[in-house]
């Protein structure tokens, strides 16, 4: 069963190489099941027993299911539609002496730098453009390996594994064409998108990497992808989702965008979006704003974010005692300082549904020395506060263009869903 799901996972993968996509592809699935898709510029007319979602700016959607019954709380999984990787600045072609064109980038987020080099890229994202008088929106992903950073040779710089400090605007920036494929760069890009360049106002586009995801090991035991920082909790989330009853409370699937970069965007977890939609979720059942404050009150967030296992060449990196390890289960992430939202309470209740879910949870804490990260779980709670746990899905090289998690792990995520919603 867990070979299928993992499958399914990089499927879902491969056809969300940005998080624009990653949220079109969520979309797709929910109106196929027949939720209701609102706008948050419309009259939102929502009724007991109502599947529905809303999307911001194509790259965070919020997916809710109101019960036939009168119940009050929200159930809640967070989980971000964004990973590291180089957006391409306006202007992008660098032509280099009459040889080649290159493209100007800059980097999204903090990502392992190394894994870019000398691996097939292609461009995807989204275009602004205008038709009959409007702004569109187009998605545009070239299925093709278009670019390459290549690495300098080893014999013209001796010292490169002693360490190397690379600079991102000049070691990083990907290799396009020869000399004749100058001026072409956004017109092959308006092409793919079936539209004119001419026609193209504005664009969001990123690189990603082609190397397809695979499942590997002497048992079939491990999988490697691009962005499985975040896509492996936002596909479980949606998956069990779409699984769990959804009878005994509001159940939410939320994933939010620019979690890479602070999560301060219209459309990240520092921003109104989950709060708006809550309240608009009230409101429409004719509810009042206390009443919003008392349902929030009784409610539970799970703050879903791919979480660190224990390496096996730098062991040294872990807590002496907390150590998850890949296929071992759903991953607690506890931090004093609350980078990690986790309590002694929330935790509890996250262990029970897991003890529910019969599937097997995990705990990390940094080493007292070393800083680690952050997530969702308290940025969103200054908008929208409530007993939230943050956990995670225990992955290797977290923030390189191909990570590495174990293949169980996906399948116990989406059971802890299925309990969390039912
Ligand atoms: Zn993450």
């Known amino acids: 069963m867990y070979q299928e799901t993992a499958k399914r996972l990089l499927e879902f993968i491969r056809k969300s190489p940005t998080a624009f996509h990653a949220v079109e592809e969520m979309g797709q ?93 292609s461009v995807a994202g989204r275009m602004i453009v205008r038709e009959n008088g409007k702004f569109k929106e187009k998605l545009v992903c070239v299925d093709r390996d278009l670019l390459m950073i290549p690495s300098l040779a080893i014999h013209m710089n001796r010292e490169v594994n002693e360490g190397y400090k690379y600079n991102v605007q000049t070691d990083l920036l990907p290799l396009y064409g020869s000399s004749e494929a100058k001026g072409s760069f956004l017109s092959l890009i308006a092409g793919e998108a079936g539209v004119k360049e001419e026609d193209v106002l504005g664009h969001d586009l990123f690189l990603y990497n082609r190397t397809p995801g695979t499942i590997w090991g002497a048992e079939n035991e491990f999988i490697s992808s691009s962005r499985l920082d975040d896509l492996q909790c936002a596909f479980s989330s949606m998956e069990g989702f779409l699984n769990g009853g959804r009878s005994e409370s509001i159940a939410v699937h939320c994933v939010m965008d620019n979690e890479e970069v602070g999560s301060t965007t219209k459309q990240g977890a ?67 300082n609350q980078k990690y939202c986790t309590d002694g309470l929330s935790g509890a209740v996250f262990k029970d549904i897991c003890r529910e879910a019969k599937v097997p949870v995990q705990t990390f ?58």
């Open 29 to 121: 699935r929910f109106l196929e099941r027949g939720f209701k898709e609102l706008k948050e510029e419309e009259h939102w007319e929502l009724c007991c027993g109502g599947n529905y979602f809303v999307t911001r700016n194509h790259s965070a959607i919020i997916a809710f299911s109101i019960p036939k019954e009168e119940v009050w709380q929200f159930r809640i999984m967070a989980s971000h539609s964004d990973s590291p990787s180089f957006k391409i600045k306006e202007n992008p072609e660098i032509t280099v002496e009459d040889a080649y064109v290159k493209l100007n980038v800059e980097k999204y987020g903090g990502m392992l730098l190394a894994p870019w080099f000398d691996r097939p890229l």
């Open 270 to 336: 520092a921003s109104t979006f989950l709060k708006d939609t809550l309240m608009r979720i009230n409101a429409g059942l004719g509810r009042t704003q206390e009443e919003y404050l008392m349902t929030l009150a009784g409610s539970f967030m799970v703050s879903a974010d791919n979480a660190h296992a224990l390496h096996p060449n730098y062991t040294g990196k872990a807590d002496p005692v907390n150590r998850p390890v890949l296929n071992k289960g759903i991953v607690i992430k506890y931090n004093a």
């Open 365 to 422: 804490v940094n080493r007292s020395d070393i800083a680690g990260g952050s997530t969702l779980g308290n940025i969103s709670n200054t908008q929208a506060a409530m007993n939230t746990v943050d956990i995670g899905l225990p992955q290797l090289a977290m923030h390189s263009s191909y990570e590495t998690a174990g293949i169980q792990d996906t399948e116990y995520l989406i059971k802890a869903a299925e309990v969390l919603f039912r």
